[in-house]
């Protein structure tokens, strides 16, 4: 069974910066693909950033390209997301999934097996 456990959310000010982890354990989850997703209250699931298993291959929303990055560490079976330049819009519960070895992340929510909980991120006004 493989288990995905978020952390690193809280309050950020506009504009500013937060990492996010995403431990994993369980068997063979580092041969998993990785995604971030958000959800607001009220609206379905969206998409963030994936990452194949050994990172070799790393996918964003249009809207986060640039600004935010998906990264693995396979040896400390984590997975981070650093959001930069953080705006009103990006306040959302972050939860990572993973499934499949794929060639590319796939950005459909249904796809993937595993999930977190999740973690909250907030703008500090």
């Known amino acids: 069974q493989v288990q995905l456990v978020e952390s690193g959310g809280g309050l950020v000010q506009p504009g500013g910066s937060l990492n996010v982890s995403c431990t994993t354990s369980?068997?063979?989850?580092?041969?998993?693909?990785m995604a971030w997703f958000r959800q607001a209250p009220g609206k379905e699931r969206e998409f963030v950033a994936g990452?194949?298993?050994?990172?070799?291959?790393?996918s964003y929303a249009d809207s986060m390209k640039g600004l935010f990055t998906i990264s693995r560490d396979n040896d400390n079976n984590t997975v981070y997301l650093r959001m930069n330049f953080l705006r009103h819009e990006d306040t959302d519960v972050y939860c990572c999934?993973?499934?499949?070895?794929?060639?590319?992340?796939?950005?459909?929510?249904?796809?993937?097996?595993?999930w977190g909980q999740g973690t909250q991120v907030t703008e500090n006004t």
């Open positions: 369980g068997d063979y989850v580092t041969s998993y693909t």
């Open positions: 990452s194949t298993w050994h990172g070799g291959s790393t």
């Open positions: 999934a993973a499934s499949g070895r794929w060639a590319t992340a796939r950005r459909t929510p249904s796809q993937y097996t595993f």
